[in-house]
């Protein structure tokens, strides 16, 4: 976690324009089939969330548009678009469903426990800055996997 936080981009002006969290684009770079040919995100979301196809008939854009992108990025962008930890966010879909269905209160109480996490390991990282201001430099070439 203190690699991901060393490695970040820095940039000289703020941006204007975020990823949607930690979240793949569905479909692009893993797919999970279940045994009966369907779609999902992937194998940590929960089985009841959308379909985004299946064997017989391909992948479903307009539900990954619909479902994953457009219903996400309007519960998440009131919440996101303010936050601290944007740039170091590791939340993802399996993080915003209840079944089938977006549930903004998930979202709420992992944003809670990212951003407590984040703190931690920010505090921890400056403690061992302050007594060594070099002890932490081999984290620019750590790889993150």
């Not at 548009?65 to 939340?91: F, G, H, M, V």
């Not at 079944?99 to 990212?114: A, E, L, M, P």
Request: proline residues 5%.
């Amino acid at each position: 976690m203190l690699a991901i936080l060393f490695q970040r981009p820095i940039y000289e002006k703020p941006i204007d324009k975020y990823p949607l969290n930690a979240c793949c684009l569905p479909g692009v770079r893993k797919i999970y089939v279940d045994v009966e040919g369907n779609f999902h995100v992937c194998e940590r979301i929960s089985s009841f969330a959308p379909l985004i196809g299946n064997v017989n008939t391909g992948i479903r854009s307009d539900v990954i548009q619909e479902t994953y992108i457009d219903k996400y990025e309007k519960w998440s962008l009131p919440l996101c678009s303010e936050c601290w930890a944007i740039r170091i966010c590791n939340q993802c879909y399996v993080h915003i469903f209840s079944g089938s269905k977006i549930d903004i209160n998930i979202k709420k109480d992992f944003c809670k426990k990212t951003k407590s996490m984040w703190e931690e390991f920010i505090k921890l990282a400056l403690e061992i800055v302050e007594r060594n201001p070099k002890g932490l430099n081999y984290l620019k070439n750590y790889k993150i996997i």
